[in-house]
């Protein structure tokens, strides 16, 4: 069990950040489902005065609402707060420019972003999402320079592959240039395939794990029965909860399953469903703080109440178990019991993840 007020190391860094980030996409009712400026104030005010400080939005987050939200939340409370935010996502239809990780698209989104939140500093700018164009030297550049200029002071990254997010760190570190130092990727029990790579790789680079979406999206609350079980290839961001689940592609029978273990374990301890699933992401070593997102003051109280459950080892086992991941190569070859006779001979050899 710990607090907002217990505050944790982000990555290789010096930086102090609570266990637990407030999300405010759901600040701003632009895309149809989130919280009005009054209940949103209700939630900032809720997680600040437990001592939490760490907050996180985009620039693009309800066209631009969240931002300007937070941006009035935070003045009185500027120097208190580490303030993250991210860039990649388009922002103008048609405009090609108006998106991605180039240089161009970096620097016009810090510029809206410092706008937007009344701020003259970003504590921590993410990249959101690899757009598979930029190379990897004109971002890290490009972030090392906005470091360099006081506009940011961190850097992290989200929704990239492990090989590509090592080779940026390699190239930052030979370099001198500023590292990532978080990592923001989803992560739930209905989420665990970037165990396999992400996770291992962060705890070896020096990012923190930041997970998004710890109730996998709601569906871990156990909201969602089987007759909702969906799937949508929707290209535009739905107009209800349930459509985004959908379009995420899981609202589907497995994650249902795994909703019903969750709820079990919940009601054996005395604890709600969320509380359990993002108790579950903060027993990982590597995980920093999961990111919290919350459309009513209700809901925010259930899930801050996470930090006071602590799960035994037997209930811990039965959560990896009903929602492990496939095994992949090359760990999956690797595990077998011939291969591991003949990396060792039969040997009895200690062992390094």
């Keep these: 069990m710990t607090s907002l007020d217990h505050y944790r190391l982000l990555g290789r860094s010096g930086l102090r950040v609570s266990p637990i980030a407030l999300g405010t996409m759901t600040f701003g009712q632009d895309w149809g489902w989130g919280a009005d400026a009054g209940e949103a104030r209700r939630i900032f005010d809720l997680y600040v005065d437990q001592g939490g400080n760490f907050i996180d939005t985009a620039v693009n987050y309800t066209d631009g609402a969240s931002e300007r939200i937070v941006g009035e939340f935070i003045k009185d409370k500027r120097d208190r707060l580490v303030l993250a935010t991210k860039f990649t996502m388009a922002r103008e239809p048609g ?7 180039h240089r161009l698209n970096m620097l016009r989104s ?23 164009t930029t190379q990897p030297d004109e971002v890290m550049r490009g972030l090392d320079d906005l470091v360099r200029s006081g506009k940011i002071h961190y850097v992290g990254i989200c929704n990239t592959p492990a090989w590509r997010i090592s080779q940026m760190q390699t190239s ?38 930041l997970p998004w979406s710890p109730l996998g999206g709601g ?10 079980v969906a ?4 290209a535009s961001v739905a107009m209800t ?14 994650s249902i399953e795994v909703a019903d273990v969750v709820r079990a374990v919940a009601e054996e301890i005395g604890a709600t469903p969320s509380q359990v699933a993002i108790a579950w992401t903060l027993a ?3 995980v920093t703080s999961p990111v919290m997102g919350a459309r009513t003051l209700v809901q925010a109280k259930d899930n801050l109440g996470a930090l006071e459950v602590a799960l035994s080892a037997e209930h811990l086992d039965r959560l990896n178990q009903a929602s492990a991941p496939d095994p992949i190569f090359p760990g999956r070859f690797v595990g077998r019991p011939m291969v591991q006779q003949l990396i060792f001979g039969g040997a009895s050899v200690a062992r390094r993840d």
């Design 219 to 228: 569906v871990l609350t156990g909201k969602y029965a089987r007759s909702d």
């Design 95 to 101: 405009n090609p420019n108006s998106g991605g990780n």
């Design 172 to 209: 930052a570190d030979m370099r001198g240039w500023s590292p990532f130092v978080a990592l923001q990727i989803e992560y739930s029990l209905i989420e665990r395939t970037v165990e396999h790579e992400l996770i291992p790789m962060a705890a070896a680079l020096g990012m923190g794990v």
């Design 110 to 132: 810090v510029e809206q972003s410092l706008r937007q939140l009344d701020t003259d500093r970003i504590d921590l700018f993410h990249l959101h999402s690899w757009d598979m």
């Design 241 to 254: 909860r349930k459509g985004v689940i959908a379009s995420s592609g899981h609202l589907n029978a497995r």
């Design 231 to 234: 799937d949508s290839r929707d």
């Design 284 to 286: 990982n070593p590597a």
